[in-house]
């Protein structure tokens, strides 16, 4: 017998709550109505940070320890009074995309199973104009929490240099986010270009703890990671709860509260309580309106003086005028080979085109199955390693490739076991966790940089354990099938 559903009143609506004592945090035993709850007694706050903004479903069904994935079309089974907005991606697909604007609507998508909200920088009435940028801390491993709220600080400094009010929160996991209101005048391309001159900017203020590098073997500190304002990228917004055990928060701050700030004070148990007595830290974000001209400004000097665009995540198109998207490591042909023709975060005009032309035909997926279909310029075929992998100039390996995390650091573990001498004279930074986009969900690669083990003791690169393919999850199959 199925558990009894519990139907709350919220915003003059009636929603069915299925499976209300479905644990959702096993660690606590919260529930899902729990977390309903949670959502609904900081419901100004949260909405304040995805109001009239199309969202992506980060759905977990099975609760915060289970396995999740992304629902960018809306359910076709829903409530009349569910919006949605006509999205359009980089790669040409568009999707139908929920819009929450109450309390109602709110409590309708934690029911689908969404912990955290992960709302586009957009709004449904101006789909190609953001009106936030955002700032993304993310420390690299071994970097202390002090450290970032120091970044967060310079970050601060040079937003009010430039004429932008940033307002600070808890990214929920291991960073910060600061959010930052714009006049919605500018397009994608123009907004992450904006991000990509203030990560350069905070960089220059703060060499020896900030970086702008795009490649992790590149990185120290902490990366202010411009590409979350890339057209189809999302950030967990103010209020969400995230997937961890302690049901941690995404917090909005006072900039005077980041100094002593503790992340894990906030959780989805103590929060309701001390936004009632404090209030909302973020509450006059919406009128805090800046423009991005000074930090545009900002971008065009560095790119008179040399410093152009940076990497693009891996799933878009590659772009003109864009460096070498390969690692610096592993970079074995002249800049000019690795030349890209894609165009504001899409492909190259006549792949769009023909994408387009497809959907106007009726085909919602613009003929693509899988990887981008455009061949990559070569001036001539490469030499594949005996691993089928490139080499490098550094000493990375790379350990493991797997569907989830765990089973990735449990192939991580088995190396560490294999090569306890190499495994222990690894820094926090040495070790590369990097979660790989997927269709639907996300996969985890593992990867060790060796640059602290002497040469003559460093381990080969080995079969992969485990050696997860990820194009399974575009074909639906066999991959040799």
Not at 294 to 299: G, T, V, W
Not at 322 to 335: F, G, I, L, T
């Amino acid at each position: 017998m199925a558990p009894a559903a519990e139907v709350i009143a919220v915003a003059g609506r009636e929603v069915t709550i299925s499976n209300p004592d479905k644990v959702f945090f096993p660690e606590h035993g919260y529930t899902k109505l729990d977390l309903v709850r949670y959502y609904l007694a900081v419901a100004d706050g949260a909405i304040t940070g995805v109001r009239g903004r199309p969202m992506a479903l980060k759905r977990f069904v099975n609760g915060a320890s289970g396995d999740f994935f992304f629902q960018k079309r809306a359910p076709d089974t829903r409530p009349d009074w569910i919006e949605t907005a006509e999205l359009s991606f980089p790669s040409g697909r568009t999707a139908s995309e929920i819009v929450v604007r109450d309390a109602a609507q709110l409590a309708w998508i934690v029911n689908l199973g969404c912990i955290d909200l992960n709302p586009h920088p957009v709004r449904a009435e101006d789909m190609d104009h953001p009106d936030e940028l955002r700032v993304d801390l993310d420390p690299v491993p071994g970097v202390g929490w002090d450290q970032i709220r120091q970044v967060a600080l310079v970050t601060q400094e040079a937003l009010a240099d430039l004429g932008l009010v940033g307002w600070p929160k808890t990214s929920g996991s291991r960073g910060i986010h600061i959010n930052v209101r714009i006049e919605p005048r500018w397009t994608y391309p123009e907004v992450r270009r904006a991000a990509l001159a203030l990560a350069r900017d905070v960089e220059r203020r703060a060499p020896h703890i900030a970086t702008s590098k795009w490649w992790k073997e590149e990185r120290h500190g902490v990366f202010l990671d411009y590409n979350q304002n890339a057209k189809d990228r999302t950030v967990a917004s103010a209020y969400s709860v995230r997937p961890l055990p302690d049901a941690r928060v995404s917090m909005p701050l006072r900039w005077e509260e980041v100094p002593d700030v503790d992340p894990a004070d906030f959780t989805l148990a103590t929060v309701p309580a001390i936004v009632a007595a404090r209030g909302d830290a973020g509450a006059g974000i919406d009128a805090a309106i800046g423009s991005l001209e000074a930090l545009l400004e900002l971008s065009a000097r560095d790119e008179a003086e040399g410093r152009g665009d940076a990497p693009w995540p891996p799933h878009y198109a590659k772009q003109a005028g864009e460096p070498p998207r390969v690692q610096p490591s592993k970079r074995r042909r002249p800049p000019t080979d690795y030349a890209g023709a894609g165009v504001d975060g899409g492909p190259p005009p006549e792949v769009a085109a023909a994408r387009a032309a497809a959907v106007a035909a009726g085909d919602p997926e613009a003929g693509i199955d899988g990887p981008p279909p455009w061949p990559r310029r070569s001036s001539g075929p490469t030499k594949p390693t005996p691993t089928g992998r490139r080499k490098s100039s550094v000493p990375v390996i790379e350990i493991a490739r797997a569907a989830r995390k765990e089973e990735a650091l449990a192939g991580l573990e088995r190396w560490t076991r294999r090569h306890p001498e190499a495994a222990a004279l690894l820094e926090p930074a040495d070790v590369l966790v990097d979660a790989m986009r997927g269709r639907s969900t996300t996969w985890t690669r593992v990867r060790v940089n060796l640059i602290h083990v002497p040469e003559a003791e460093r381990p080969a690169q080995e079969p992969l354990d485990p050696d997860y393919d990820p194009r399974v999850e575009w074909l639906g199959a066999d991959p040799e099938a």
